[in-house]
């Protein structure tokens, strides 16, 4: 299993930019799947929001509401995921996780958790 750690959050102005980092620590050899949620103000944990996705070959995910917008990459050399957020709005205000998923002995199921970093935009 591994331990996440994201950095980066704080607070822009609508059309600025932000870039959000999630280090990993662990057997990173076990991990498959990387990705970047987000809970809104109000929202339960069970509501976040996949909003880009990265796998173990490199493919990547967005939601609609971030395409062309975000983009997610990963350094596994650094162990490392990032976020580039560009154009950023109001309803981008959330707070952002980091999450990974894997095997362990390439048996055993996990998912890992960061603890967030909030992302506010003001209009």
């Known amino acids: 299993q591994v331990q996440l750690v994201e950095s980066g959050g704080g607070l822009v102005q609508a059309g600025g930019s932000l870039r959000l980092s999630c280090v990993a620590r662990?057997?990173?050899?076990?991990?498959?799947?990387m990705g970047w949620y987000r809970q809104a103000p109000g929202k339960q944990r069970d509501e976040r929001e996949l909003?880009?996705?990265?796998?173990?070959?490199?493919?990547?995910n967005y939601a609609d509401s971030v395409k062309g917008r975000f983009a997610i990459t990963r350094d596994n050399a650094k162990n490392t995921m990032y976020l580039q957020m560009n154009n950023l709005q109001p309803e981008d205000t959330a707070v952002y996780y980091c999450?990974?998923?894997?095997?362990?002995?390439?048996?055993?199921?996990?998912?890992?958790w960061g603890r967030g970093t909030q992302v506010t935009v003001s209009s």
């Open positions: 909003i880009a996705g990265i796998a173990s070959n490199e493919s990547t």
């Open positions: 662990g057997d990173m050899s076990s991990v498959n799947n």
């Open positions: 999450r990974a998923d894997g095997l362990i002995a390439e048996i055993s199921p996990f998912v890992s």
